[in-house]
């Protein structure tokens, strides 16, 4: 029986342990008018080399293309040690720290992790991690209307340039609370939020400001304007990051005269693969005086009965396991074994290497878009400074585009025209320190000619 | 010689040393305006590539898991997680596939969620299933949300009640609020069946939904469901299944059958995915008819033999999105594998020797003299111990219990849930552990339970031979210490 070690001795002597004739009576407290024929509805099994054939036939079927795709996700190189070392079981199948003498590994690794990130953001604390990026600015929403005390209006701005996937996730999992969220328009032009946009609602009670650095179009942000006017009229300032920008661009805890209040992001640019998506993790960092507000898992450094220092789960009377229904969150299980993967990661890097994959994947998108705006047709949509991604205008709809060249296995982008219906025809691209000139190259010819053959079709 | 104690990765660091081989070497300044530019490094070690990999695994060393220890703790289903499901889940295809890119590209990956789609319907008997919700929490998210949406379509705008029982997991009333829902509590009778008087009085115009859990965290099956539908049903509410317990009745009674009106599964319980030191976790939805036009997307449809993402423009009632793309993908690809293991009769298989360890583990723990919190009923593949005669008797409590197994080399139960029963040890073995190790198990309890009597402070000052001794979480709570600052 695959997993399962039971001789038939072993069941006999256990049957006659329990008192029970066989297996069946065991369930003789489920109702006979509910028990199920069985499962005819799933196939027979498959041992191990079966499963691994057919999984590698999925797995050929769908290919390598060459990605240009950001939007959120980002194609870096992830070292060899560290995924060697996240499948190792004492991480892969341990769970949640609750004896923390069983489980200090795990713990160390968790502090050492809140530490880079509450320095990579420059605030004071970080939880141990939130699901991913999108659903942790929805808990900073939430935690920013308990936190900010002066405001009674749970009224949050929420940028046009915010990934708009993750405005969604925020209507869905905080709009049940009877938050109200409104929209700031970016600048056409530049493609940055107008700070000015804020001007209208200056005097008003605004529970908090979100803010994305670099935005979703990858159009750097002016962070510090934005932070000031939200201090200035009482709100607080939410931060979504690229925790791969921080290592060159001003995190949070700069931004303004007295820096951010909460910054959130998807930790999955720090060694955590594409994966159609996920599992990724979603980080928090914020001051110190908000630590009781904030969602989720937090560890820290004490001392043992010896005097001796260890490691535990801390402040869990924010948690729904003590506090229920007046929990901070319903958080319980969060993304442990990717946060594994980004502490590794981080410390192979260090803070040269993150800057160095920062600075190298902004040179890369810089030589994608002059590559690419060179074709006929193609142009860039913005003109202020931007990190690894630009968006592009083409003069016909994208999607058909996309197509063409998935078929020459090149993934081209993410089509945005849906989301951003003033752009008209728009692309967003991406390349990090993964995409090498050739790359880039093989993409210029391949959108010339693509574009090329549909106007010829046309 | 395994590791006992680890300096922390910072106290490794010298200014200038790096893991070199792992970033472009290439100089590049970044192109960025002075006033948006970083002042200062951020504190990251500075470490050789072994460096890290002996400090990352010296720290796994300081773990238990499943992989070293047998970890019976109730209402985690920490069963052995199969290495094929890792291995065949990180193939380079699966492991680099961009979330957005076409899905002429995606055939493959899609396919795979449709048919795990597929087999959690047939597994549950519901009638629609969604992927995407990344945690069991995060599926009760959704369930409840649909729920509101549901009673909302109907413009029954007055039922914002949840039900849900005193054992209930503390996600399920936290969830409640999250969704904006209040919360109403239910007793449990003696015997571990809810009280339906109490339910009769409780539900009314108000009632959105219960939510539920069968069998319940106590460890037995809730015999009454029939009646208990019901009367949810009949009062015009909801009923919501907590799949946290699915590991007990896997193949042998389905949740659609018994009347529920949506579940989520911990795939990472039931279905093997790894727990990862506090998650990934994933928590697919399942729902009757009457929420299908409700449930979160993307879900994966299918056109005859092409596969699609279904999202808002062909769910317009759906809840929405509760990601930044689709899930915790990785995840289910581990459990699909898993799944297909098994097999029809190896899903059945785990409900049945899950079943067997438990009421073994549970049959030899109560002749060696330990109290069960329900001796009268059928321990499901979860029971509880109640240490409160011992507690009472040598002022040895369940936490010390707890601790002391460490020494003895088992993770503890789930010590102090759920909160009716007092000093109490909820107990989960897993289909996947051996009688040899059960009575290890058995063993080192009557071993504890001897020094209890006779050396209880071995007991109250446990663990003795592990990295650490017992914390103290006052301290850490006043003292507050979550991040290192260099000296």
Known sequence: MPFIPHTEDDIRTMLEAIGAPDIDALFDEIPANLRAPGLPGVPPALNEMEVGRLLAGFATRDGRPLNFIGAGAYEHHIPSAVWAIVTRGEFYSAYTPYQAEASQGTLQLLYEYQTMMASLTALDISNASLYDGASGLAEACLMAVRANRKSKSQRILLPAALNPTYRDVVQVIAGNQNIAFELLPYDQKGGQTLVSALEPYSGQDITAVVLQQPNFFGTLEDADAATDWAHANNALLIGVVNPTSLAVLKPPGQWGRLGADIAVGDGQPLGVPLSSGGPYFGFMAT?????????????????????????????????????????????????????????????????????????????????????????????????????????????RPVKPVLEALARRGIVGGADISARYPSLGNALLVCATETRTLADIDTYAQALAETMRNSAAAA | MKAMHEKLIFEHSAPGRSAEAQYPQVPVEAPIPAALRRAGAPLLPEVSELQAVRHFTRLSQLNFSIDTHFYPLGSCTMKYNPKACNQYAMLPELLNRHPLAPESTGQGILQILYELQEMLKEVTGMRGVSLTPMAGAQGEFAGVAMIRAYHKARKDLARVEIIVPDAAHGTNPATATMCGCTVKEIPTLPNGDIDLDSLRAAVGPQTAGIMLTNPSTIGVF????????????????LLYYDGANLNAILGKVRPGDMGFDVIHMNLHKTFSTPHGGGGPGSGAVGVSERLLPFMPVPIVGSDGDRYRWLDEKDLPQTIGRLSGFMGNTGVLLRAYIYMRMLGRDGMQRVSEFATLNSNYLAARLRAAGFELAYPERRASHEFIVTLRREAHEWGTNAMDFAKRLLDYGFHAPTTYFPLLVPECLLIEPTETESKEELDAFVDAMIAIRREAETEPDKLKGAPWTLPVRRLDDVRAAKQLDLTWKAA
Not at chain 1, 378 to 393: G, I, K, Q, S, T
Not at chain 2, 222 to 237: F, K, Q, T, W, Y
């Open chain 1, 287 to 395: 001051r110190t005086e908000h630590v009781r507000q904030m969602p989720g898992r937090i560890i820290g450094r004490t001392l043992d009965l010896d005097g001796k220092p260890g490691f535990t789960l801390t402040l869990q009377a924010r948690e729904q396991h003590i506090r229920r229904s007046k929990a901070t969150s319903n958080i319980c299980t969060n993304q442990g074994l990717l946060v594994t993967a980004a502490t590794i990661y981080m410390s192979l890097l260090g803070a040269r290497g993150l800057a160095q994959v920062a600075g190298t994947s902004m040179q890369r998108t810089q030589q994608l878009v002059d590559a690419l705006t060179r074709v006929p047709g193609v142009r860039l949509a913005f003109d202020r400074p931007r990190f690894h991604e630009a968006v592009l205008l083409l003069d």
């Open chain 2, 222 to 237: 809730e015999r009454h469901i029939d009646d208990l539908r019901r009367i949810v049903h009949e009062a015009g509410g």
